[in-house]
């Protein structure tokens, strides 16, 4: 990095050399360039006609989804502006679990439109407050088109399971599967102080190829992958009284160095027989307090895994510690560090608690249990890579029929609301007479990517589609969308297409925030990297060329 002085000519390095600087207009086209490839990479899987991507790592793991976030963390995105649109996808599905997709569309859209703006000489700070202005009106606009809903409405709550798994391989199955996801969520439900909360982590998804996608269960209680430690223990235990303990059912070593001088054969009889001893009072100390299942957070000597069978009580040792604490939601019981604390009021209850054999692995299936906190789904499907999607498609219905009761609103789908913002930011936009009135206006248009791109993947005309909707809205039809079977303008709400508010408000918020923060870059330095190149820029990212790559 040089500059001229004066006179001599002199160059002064302010900068060690490689390292990259670009400056100005070429920083901005070049950010926004980034972010557009990153978003139109997933643009294609938006939507129930939209197509699936196959990624394939350096490993030759293969990946085949439609899900927007898999989509862009496999991707291995480097640029640096374009991983600000990953990021808000990542918020997305943190956030709300579903709606990655559209949040990357948005985001992509938003920097496209803005730099029609910028080739017109408007700075980047009156369209960043431009579209400050048109977030906060949008997110009136779209709670302005919702409408409330409880967690009693299970058949609402059914149709927005259904709507988060249209367009993955889960579809033909989703009539069961959003039953289950509806079912699940509202058994985890949290009331403190009259408001809900629901903590999707206590819905513990496992997935195991083999089957069908409509073996699929939910289990009222938990499945743990492990398997009974002792072949002489029971397989099957009704009305099981479960033990959490976290502490190991093996001798201790001694933390400092101790050494045992043993001088006659009798001696180490005893110091065996006392170790003997030892587990088998843990072991005794267990059976007293009446347990018939134990779940071990650490290990099992064989020793006490004989006596355990002896007595008759199931057990399992290893189990995650996130595992132990949906097994306390479960069955009621709580985890003892201490087997001298093991008492009655410390054991949960479970109805059934059997080993089966799923996809040639024995896993434990904790189940019937009165009121459960946490709750199991199991996930099946004919190959690996099914099993993952429709997981994935499970996993995007739980997160918007979760934020749905949590927010307690929702809207139709097929690029409704969008519309319903568009239509409202250009009303809005005529009361601003300077230059943010073409940021408010810019932000419209980017609003209606959503129903433009659910008919390019549908095989429509965007522009046909685009003038239809608009016209239904301006009549006040404000839950019209596009239906992409029938390629006509629909009420959406009728057609049972509904979302999460949550989804709309978060896709908003995050992709408009992300857009403002890209536009304010006018600088890019990049340090060279001790290997000779610098890092994440892709070819062309120095000279403020237009073409992007990965």
């Known amino acids: 990095m040089t500059n001229g002085m004066g006179g001599a000519g002199q160059q002064i390095f302010v900068l060690p050399e490689g390292t990259l600087r670009t400056l100005g207009k070429d920083a901005q086209h070049t950010n926004i360039a980034a972010a557009k490839v990153v978003s139109d990479a997933v643009r294609t899987t938006l939507g129930p006609k939209g197509m699936d991507k196959m990624l394939v790592d350096s490993m030759g793991d293969i990946v085949i989804t439609n899900d927007g976030v898999t989509i862009l963390e496999e991707m291995q995105v480097e640029h640096p502006a374009a991983k600000m649109v990953v990021e808000v996808a990542k918020t997305q599905d ?235 939601r479960a069955t009621g019981a709580r985890i003892v560090t201490s087997l001298d604390d093991l008492g009655k009021d410390d054991l949960g209850f479970a109805g059934l608690v059997e080993e089966k054999k799923v996809a040639g692995e024995q896993m434990l299936f904790v189940k019937e249990c009165k009121d459960p906190k946490a709750v199991s789904l199991l996930v099946r499907g004919g190959t690996e890579h099914v099993v993952e999607e429709v997981y994935r498609a499970v996993e995007d219905a739980i997160g918007g029929v979760a934020s749905s009761i949590e927010v307690g609103q929702v809207v139709a789908g097929g690029g409704s609301p969008e519309e319903a913002v568009a239509k409202g930011l250009r009303d809005f936009a005529q009361k601003y007479s300077g230059r943010e009135q073409l940021a408010i206006l810019a932000f419209s248009e980017a609003m209606e990517v959503i129903p433009r791109t659910l008919a390019e993947n549908a095989g429509l005309d965007p522009i046909d589609i685009l003038v239809e909707l608009r016209a239904a809205h301006d009549k006040g039809q404000n839950t019209s969308g596009v239906n992409v079977f029938t390629g006509k303008i629909v009420d959406m709400w009728k057609e049972g297409v509904i979302e999460p508010l949550k989804i709309k408000t978060q896709a908003i918020s995050s992709a408009s925030e992300a857009a403002e923060m890209i536009l304010r870059i006018d600088d890019i330095i990049t340090a060279n990297r001790l290997s000779g190149g610098p890092p994440g820029m892709p070819p062309g990212m120095g000279h403020g060329g237009d073409h992007e790559e990965f």
């Open 94 to 328: 943190e956030e709300v679990g579903d709606g990655t997709t559209t949040a990357a569309i948005l985001a992509g859209e938003l920097l496209k439109r803005a730099e029609g703006l910028l080739d017109q000489e408007i700075h980047p700070t009156v369209i960043t407050r431009g579209y400050k202005l048109a977030k906060e009106q949008s997110l009136k606009l779209v709670e302005s088109v919702s409408k409330k809903i409880t967690e009693k409405d299970d058949d609402l709550l059914k149709k927005i399971a259904i709507t988060a798994m249209t367009g993955k391989s889960a579809e033909r199955a989703s009539e069961h599967l959003a039953g289950l996801a509806v079912k699940a969520v509202k058994m985890v439900i949290d009331r403190q102080d009259g408001k809900i909360s629901i903590d999707t982590d206590n819905i513990k998804v496992e997935k195991k190829q083999g089957g069908t996608i409509e073996d699929t269960e939910l289990v009222n209680g938990l499945i743990i992958d492990k398997e009974i430690v002792h072949p002489g223990m029971p397989r099957t235990v009704k009305g099981a009284k479960v033990a959490l303990v976290d502490t190991a059912l093996e001798i201790e070593k001694t933390e400092t160095d101790a050494q045992i001088q043993i001088t006659s054969p009798d001696q180490m009889q005893k110091f065996l027989e006392q170790e003997e001893k030892m587990l088998k009072d843990m072991v005794e100390k267990i059976a007293n307090s009446g347990c018939t299942v134990l779940f071990c957070q650490k290990g099992i000597d064989d020793v006490a895994q004989h006596y355990l069978s002896k007595k008759k009580i199931m057990s399992a040792r290893r189990v995650k510690k996130s595992d132990m604490e949906k097994l306390v």
